[in-house]
């Protein structure tokens, strides 16, 4: 559960470092699983996927430990870690995950994979498989899971629709250490994304949550859409426990925001005097 204890300023700044699955000891992905884990403990989106989450709390260690453990191995995606330091010792604050999406990400990302990593993700992947058929989450409601893929699939189509977002950034997550909020950590997180985006001369997508909108926002995002499959509405009859009637509630409505560095958007001419 997040702690809910204050603690002193920070005076460090604060450092990003990318991992891998080389790079990632036990004891780090241990840390980054318990920031995840807290931070999203009381989550409505996931109280709605997830009902009785709260009674086996190992599966919800589990399902954030299925998501790290996927993109550690993707040569795709880099995994960007904030540290701050305190009493010299690098603490990990939150991490984000960005993912390379196009017809030019294996030219991208080329000496990022080899015949090591490729074993490594078979066998993962065969191992989460197994573990899904052996011991399923028994809080999953499948519904509510599905309804949830359907939106992200409906964001994803509408990026390939988009001019110039053939190849293109995905924030996939952004967590922060409930306990080292409101610090810029988060900011720091995206403007990485946005500085890779500008150095690649391509855009950046990714889905917000309303309390997220601000900070990406203040990165530079704007917004294309409502992202919202969780409210009845034309077309969308309601259907219990798939919908949620509650109207402005934190998890209903997201946001699909997008950044284009200077070098994609349209130059303004101006005439000479």
């Known amino acids: 559960m997040a702690s809910q204890t204050s603690t002193p300023p920070l005076s460090s700044k604060i450092a990003l470092e990318i991992i891998t699955q080389r790079n990632a000891p ?61 009493n010299s010792i690098k603490i990990p604050v939150g991490y984000s995950t960005w993912q390379r ?67 293109h950034l995905h924030l996939n997550i952004l967590v922060v250490d409930p306990a080292y909020q409101r610090r810029g950590i988060g900011e720091a997180l995206v403007l990485w994304g946005v500085n890779k985006s500008i150095n690649e001369g391509i855009p950046c997508a990714l889905e917000a949550s309303r309390a997220g909108k601000r900070v990406y926002t203040k990165c530079g995002f704007e917004e294309v859409q409502t992202c919202d499959g969780l409210h009845p509405g034309p077309g969308k009859p309601w259907q219990e426990g798939m919908h949620c009637r509650e109207e402005g509630c934190q998890f209903g409505v997201g946001s699909f925001m997008i950044y284009e560095p200077p070098s994609l958007q349209p130059q303004t001419l101006t005439s000479l005097p």
């Open 26 to 86: 036990p004891k780090l992905t241990n840390r980054l699983l318990e920031i995840a884990t807290s931070a999203f403990w009381d989550d409505q989106t996931f109280n709605w996927r997830y009902p009785t989450r709260h009674e086996h709390p190992a599966h919800h260690r589990h399902m954030f430990w299925r998501y790290l453990g996927n993109e550690l191995l993707d040569p795709t995606i880099w995994v960007v870690v904030a540290y701050l330091t305190e």
């Open 101 to 167: 999406k196009g017809p030019g990400t294996e030219a991208a990302v080329k000496g990022r994979d080899g015949w090591l990593q490729k074993s490594e993700r078979n066998l993962f992947a065969l191992h989460e498989r197994l573990n899904t058929l052996l011991f399923p989450n028994p809080s999953a409601y499948k519904p509510a899971i599905d309804l949830m893929a359907k939106v992200f699939e409906e964001t994803e189509n509408l990026v390939n629709q988009m001019p110039q977002f053939e190849n």
